[in-house]
Structures are given as C-alpha cells and as structure tokens.
C-alpha cells in the first residue's frame, strides 16, 4: 500500500508565499511522476504542475511563473513552491504520483488526503 501526505498549507496574505510538501511512503519500487492538482470550493479539480523523475517539469498556464514544482527522488518527496499568492490560488491542493510498487508491476497513479490553501487579507 502506498500513501501521499501533504504538509505546508494554511492561511496566507494576497502577494504571498507557501511552499508544499508531499512525502510518497509505502511499497514502492520506482516513481515516474509526482505533481500537484487543486480543487477550489465548487470548483473542478485544476491541474496544477508536474515532474518526472528526470525533473521534466510542466505547469498550468495559471500558476507559471509565479509557482516551482521540485523534487527529491531519495526521499520520494515533491515540493510546491508558491509565490506572489493570488485569493484566486485558494483550494484545496492535492499531490499525485504514478508509479508502481514492484519491478514487475505496472505503474498506477496515487492520490494525497490535500491541504488547504487559503489566499485573503
């Protein structure tokens, strides 16, 4: 079994920074991707920004520029950098990742619990 756990959400100011984690723990054999989505309240959920082991790195148009999605193969974690905070950027942010849990396997894709972002003076 295999679980994702964010860490780093909360309450901010408009203009503002928060940096995310996700830490992948459980029966895993190999990582292709991890990223992050977000889903504000009544809202469809927003892909947010992705990045392969290789550190291949893709954003949505929304976030690029201002958001950094990194990466720590050793420690099967992903980061959300996020700067300049628009109350338009509050959701619920949840981190993903494909991959699969033996050699022999096939890759499948993860989900994490989320962690509230909330943008508001």
């Known amino acids: 079994q295999v679980q994702l756990v964010e860490s780093g959400g909360g309450l901010v100011q408009p203009g503002g920074s928060l940096r995310l984690s996700c830490a992948a723990s459980?029966?895993?054999?190999?990582?292709?991707?991890m990223g992050w989505a977000r889903q504000a309240p009544g809202k469809q959920r927003e892909w947010v920004a992705s990045?392969?082991?290789?550190?291949?790195?893709n954003y949505a148009d929304s976030v690029k520029g201002r958001f950094t999605v990194s990466r720590d193969n050793a420690k099967n974690t992903v980061y959300l950098q996020m700067n300049s905070l628009k109350p338009e950027d509050t959701a619920t942010y949840s981190c993903?990742?494909?991959?699969?849990?033996?050699?022999?396997?096939?890759?499948?894709?993860?989900w994490g619990q989320g962690t509230l972002v909330t943008v508001s003076s």
């Open positions: 990045i392969t082991n290789g550190g291949v790195t």
């Open positions: 459980g029966s895993i054999f190999s990582i292709y991707s």
């Open positions: 993903s990742s494909v991959l699969k849990a033996t050699s022999t396997g096939t890759y499948f894709e993860v």
